[in-house]
């Protein structure tokens, strides 16, 4: 199992971003797919999460209204779309996959899945 989040840089604030999480060695339709960052200093955290079938999907309070979470199981991506970005939204950001089954609420809350890529920093400055 292999994921590989790609996408990130330098952007001004209100800016955009998309990343993508492509997932390789597995079949990536039977996995919830999320996107969890960390900033320097503070603990890792739940961004979004989509179903492996895309029916669901999850945000933290704190993205909501600015960021999309979608997959093309096809490709094997997930992206996250990222609108409006505010300095806040600053960190490595991570793409996670798991299938046991969980809601994509208690994926995000818990950041429990078992499978974790590399991540791409996202850094937001004028």
């Known amino acids: 199992v292999q994921l590989q989040a790609s996408g990130g840089g330098l952007v001004q604030p209100g800016g955009s971003l998309r990343l993508s999480c492509a997932a390789s060695g597995f079949t990536v339709g039977y996995y919830a797919i999320g996107w969890f960052r960390q900033a320097p200093g503070k603990e890792r955290e739940g961004v979004s999460c989509?179903?492996?079938?895309?029916?669901?999907?999850y945000y933290a309070d704190s993205v909501k209204g600015r960021f999309t979470i979608s997959r093309d199981n096809a490709k094997s991506t997930v992206y996250l779309q990222m609108n409006s970005l505010k300095p806040e939204d600053t960190a490595v950001y991570y793409c996670?996959?798991?299938?046991?089954?969980?809601?994509?609420?208690?994926?995000?809350?818990?950041?429990?899945?078992?499978?974790w890529g590399k991540g791409t920093q996202v850094t937001v400055s004028s």
């Open positions: 996670a996959a798991d299938s046991r089954g969980y809601s994509v609420r208690n994926y995000l809350t818990t950041t429990r899945m078992n499978y």
């Open positions: 989509i179903s492996s079938s895309g029916g669901s999907t």
